[in-house]
């Protein structure tokens, strides 16, 4: 079986000669539930922003996710007063399990300025400063990637990434759809009786879980989205103790865990470095962050495991910066408040 990395690093990320003309730079973040754009001026410190619908391929096909993503890009363009041309360079992260089609999508509706990766690409350079580490995703999704030594050696890896139907460990969709399950073996007396019996039917506003099921099963069904967002319920039930619920955030980052140890073998990282932890999910707290670390720590014990603050169009960003040779412009301290104050919650 192939063992070449399933993502790698495109090589202007890392040989870019600087430009001290670059002075504007764009990321852009397209994601399962909506596209966020933002057009950096390296000069004024400035942040201009632009949003659209979802742009993940796996769910809308390549056609309709570059033209979202196109159309959150040039609304930034438009409110930073700029054209295509005056771009030092763009940055398009996109979630999915691949981005080829995407990226050839871009090259003939743009240039070879505008540069593709898949999203968890981005979220590594928020998480690390474009080091070596490991970044998490658990969003609507779920995806890990991570960067060993830097220099010749560099040798980068992904694990996750293959979308709702075939994993998304520990991601939002993951959690909503197994709080479902869990409702369900309670209905039917074949598993333990739980607090999500109810919360599942009031949260979609159906009178029972089996009209919650008849919702997942219509045309149109429930969206991979809204399904997600279950999983802000299923963590306030963690958090108040009702055990099946802490159990569903206790194998989902022991699943998530197996992917992020997965990385670190396969980068060789050893000793002290970052394994950032981005997306909404971890805002269940210490139900889902404190078993992850456990995971994380059984293999890399000294690895430094966090939260990161900075929106994912941040890692976005960086890369932008540092594909036309400016990775040192600024920094995650600096750009972080930028985005918040763009792109609040």
């Not at 269940?284 to 495991?305: K, M, N, Q, S, Y």
Request: aromatic residues 4%.
């Amino acid at each position: 079986m192939r063992r070449d990395s399933l993502v790698e690093l495109p090589a202007v990320l890392s040989s870019a000669q600087p430009r001290t003309d670059a002075r504007f730079v764009m990321g852009v973040d397209g994601g399962a539930t909506k596209t966020a754009a933002a057009v950096l001026d390296l000069r004024e410190r400035t942040l201009h922003v632009g949003e659209a619908g979802p742009s993940n391929e796996d769910a809308i096909g390549a056609d309709a996710a570059v033209r979202e993503m196109l159309r959150a890009a040039d609304e930034a363009m438009r409110h930073a007063g700029i054209d295509a041309g005056q771009l030092g360079a763009a940055v398009l992260a996109i979630a999915g399990t691949s981005t080829d089609s995407v990226a050839r999508h871009v090259r003939e509706a743009r240039t070879e300025a505008w540069i593709v990766v898949n999203d968890v690409v981005a979220a590594w350079a928020a998480a690390t400063g474009g080091g070596p580490g490991v970044a998490a995703i658990a969003g609507t999704g779920s995806n890990v990637f991570g960067v060993g030594a830097t220099g010749a050696e560099t040798r980068a890896w992904r694990a996750g990434g293959w979308g709702h139907l075939l994993g998304d460990e520990g991601s939002g969709y993951w959690l909503g759809v197994q709080s479902i399950k869990a409702a369900l073996r309670d209905r039917e007396a074949s598993g333990p009786a739980t607090a999500l019996s109810e919360a599942v039917p009031a949260f979609f506003h159906e009178p029972s879980i089996e009209a919650v099921v008849a919702r997942v099963y219509a045309k149109p069904p429930l969206t991979k989205g809204e399904i997600a967002k279950l999983a802000i319920e299923t963590g306030r039930l963690a958090v108040l103790g009702d055990p099946v619920a802490r159990e569903l955030y206790e194998r989902g980052a022991a699943e998530l865990g197996e992917q992020v140890a997965a990385v670190i073998r396969q980068t060789g990282l050893r000793g002290e470095f970052p394994v950032g932890l981005i997306g909404s999910a971890f805002k269940a707290g210490a139900v889902f962050v404190e078993p992850l670390t456990r995971a994380i720590h059984a293999c890399a014990p000294d690895a430094r495991v966090s939260t990161v603050k900075m929106k994912p169009v941040g890692g976005s960003l960086l890369l932008a910066a540092r594909a036309c040779g400016n990775g040192d412009a600024i920094g995650a301290a600096e750009l972080s408040p930028l985005i918040d104050e763009a792109l609040p919650d």
